[in-house]
């Protein structure tokens, strides 16, 4: 199913689970996404963060 496949992680950002690489902290406690083969690195709403709590 593609809902499971994808996540909204902040008001403009949608991500692919398969395409994340990794997942880390700022300074200031916010989490952001580093994707696969990509530089780009994503911002993750406080309601996004939710998401990836237990992984």
């Not at 398969?18 to 993750?44: C, F, M, S, T, Y």
Request: glycine share 8%; net charge positive.
């Amino acid at each position: 199913r593609a809902a499971s496949r994808f996540a909204q992680v902040h008001r403009s950002v949608i991500v692919a689970y398969a395409a994340i690489d990794h997942i880390e902290r700022d300074l200031l406690g916010r989490q952001r996404i580093h994707l696969r083969g990509h530089r780009d690195v994503l911002p993750v709403s406080r309601a996004g963060a939710g998401l990836f709590r237990q992984m």
